[in-house]
């Protein structure tokens, strides 16, 4: 289980939110409801340490951290509204990138890795190909895929169905079902309310904490 709790951030003088608190149940999926524009984004951003915190700390398997302590900000992975694949490399490449340079992986177990997680996804067949060569669908998987392959505690996602039609909409929500089944944790800020309906076990209105 994951508890924050009095998390705050502000640019100059300008208060995004103020004394927020969540608690993420293990292999819960809990979806950050809110319009566009106040301050979702920013949340799991700064539970990923791409932003700085005023203030707030976490319990998270009994142990407490500040937000910003990267023992934190590591164990959530983040797939980002417009997957920020790197484009001159494959899928397996960008898949393999952060295992090999941050976790120092060798490279015949990241390849084994990359490849399981390319079948659990049903990426195998573009495992070669460039981002250019994909769908949005497709490069929504590989964004999880590069997610999962660093083992983080909790998955976060910015908008995944945003631009994506029905169809891959579905095979979101189909991977997103599925991690849940193994245990997962996940998190996911979005206003598409038809989406979380299929995929939340908790909800939590955004709009509504940051007014209170």
Do not use: W
């Amino acid at each position: 289980m994951i508890k924050i709790d009095n998390l705050s951030k502000q640019y100059g003088d300008k208060v995004i939110f103020n004394d927020l608190s969540l608690t993420l149940n293990d292999g819960e999926i809990l979806a950050i409801l809110g319009p566009s524009g106040i301050g979702k984004t920013t949340l799991i951003k700064t539970l990923t340490g791409l932003e700085e915190a005023q203030s707030g700390s976490v319990v998270m398997d009994g142990q407490e951290f500040a937000i910003s302590d990267p023992q934190f900000t590591s164990q959530i992975g983040l797939i980002f509204q417009d997957f920020n694949l790197f484009p001159h490399l494959t899928v397996q490449e960008n898949i393999m990138l952060a295992p090999l340079t941050v976790k120092k992986m060798n490279r015949t177990d990241a390849e084994e890795k990359t490849n399981d997680l390319l079948a659990k996804l049903g990426l195998s067949e573009q495992a070669t190909l460039y981002p250019y060569q994909l769908s949005g669908g497709q490069k929504q998987r590989v964004g999880i895929a590069r997610a999962l392959a660093m083992d983080p505690q909790v998955i976060a996602y910015d908008e995944p169905t945003s631009g994506l039609d029905e169809k891959a909409t579905e095979q979101v929500v189909d991977v997103m079902l599925t991690l849940k089944k193994e245990g997962v944790s996940q998190i996911v800020v979005t206003h598409d309310l038809p989406f979380a309906d299929k995929v939340a076990d908790e909800t939590f209105d955004f709009e509504q904490e940051v007014q209170r």
